[in-house]
């Protein structure tokens, strides 16, 4: 734990929590209860709350070592391109839902409440997975 904390790692975190996310989304909607699911949900509550320690420590670190400027605005690019690609995607998922949610008679709706909730977290492990790729992309270059 000498080793010094980079910015990276502190980024690439957010995978972790986003397939945290996923795995209770999946757990949760399901119309079948099994016994080993709640065996599930403790391990990755303990797993989360470790994570969520070890990264409150090495965020703690990193904010007393020398601060790398060029990384902090590259984060930021990535960021704002992040937030944007957000937004599309839930202005599209917001759109499809009505157009695809409208039936007016019994039965005709095509989409339901489960496949907007697997878009939406799908949706957030996608975009951890393109923030941490295009950051250690951007940093790697040197941009």
Do not use: H
Not at 9 to 15: K, R
Not at 26 to 37: E, G, I, V
Not at 115 to 134: N, Y
């Amino acid at each position: 734990m000498n080793k010094k904390v980079s910015l990276k790692e502190i980024v690439a975190i957010q995978i972790v929590y986003a397939c945290m996310l996923v795995t209770y989304y999946w757990m949760w909607s399901r119309l079948d209860w099994k016994p080993w699911y709640q065996i599930v949900q403790i391990i990755l509550g303990w797993i989360f709350a470790g994570t969520i320690i070890f990264q409150a420590i090495r965020i703690q670190k990193y904010k007393k070592e020398s601060v790398d400027e060029m990384a902090e605005r590259n984060l930021k690019r990535c960021d704002s391109f992040c937030l944007k690609l957000l937004l599309v995607v839930m202005i599209v998922v917001a759109w499809g839902c009505v157009i695809l949610g409208d039936g007016n008679e019994v039965g005709t709706v095509i989409i339901n409440t489960g496949i907007i909730g697997w878009i939406i977290v799908l949706s957030i492990l996608a975009l951890s997975i393109i923030r941490t790729v295009m950051f250690m992309t951007l940093d790697i270059k040197g941009v």
